[in-house]
């Protein structure tokens, strides 16, 4: 049974830097999409990155696309969002899922993802 544990979350300064992890396992990645998603307090959850994992197709959210790093840690079944530059606007829960279809594209939407770990809370507050 594929399982997702995030981590890294916290409470931030704005300008501040966090790095969420989402470690999967009882799978394999492989061809699969992990893609991260957050949800603020009264709005719906919306796309921030994907990676397909060994295809390398990437996709960034734009409003992040300059601060937000997703990448991969093949040997620890990982991956990983670094966030730079964080602003109040960031606060969300933030979700990591797996679209475990096989594709050459990131899936951006949440319907798309079969399996989801339990969420990471991100706060950006002075």
Same mark, same amino acid.
């Given at each position: ?80 969002? %670094? ?34 770990? %339990? ?8």
């Amino acid at each position: 049974q594929l399982h997702l544990v995030e981590s890294g979350g916290g409470l931030v300064h704005p300008g501040g830097s966090l790095r969420l992890s989402c470690k999967v396992s009882g799978w394999r990645l492989d061809h699969d999409a992990v893609g991260w998603f957050r949800q603020a307090p009264g709005k719906e959850r919306e796309g921030v990155s994907c990676i397909r994992y060994n295809v390398g197709s990437l996709w960034v959210e734009e409003s992040v696309r300059d601060r937000f790093t997703i990448s991969r840690d093949s040997a620890e079944n990982t991956v990983h969002l %670094q966030m730079d530059s964080l602003k109040p606007e960031d606060t969300g829960v933030y979700y990591c899922a797996v679209d475990v279809a096989d594709g050459y594209v990131c899936p951006v939407t949440p319907d798309e993802y079969e399996f989801w770990g %339990q969420g990471a809370q991100v706060t950006v507050s002075s």
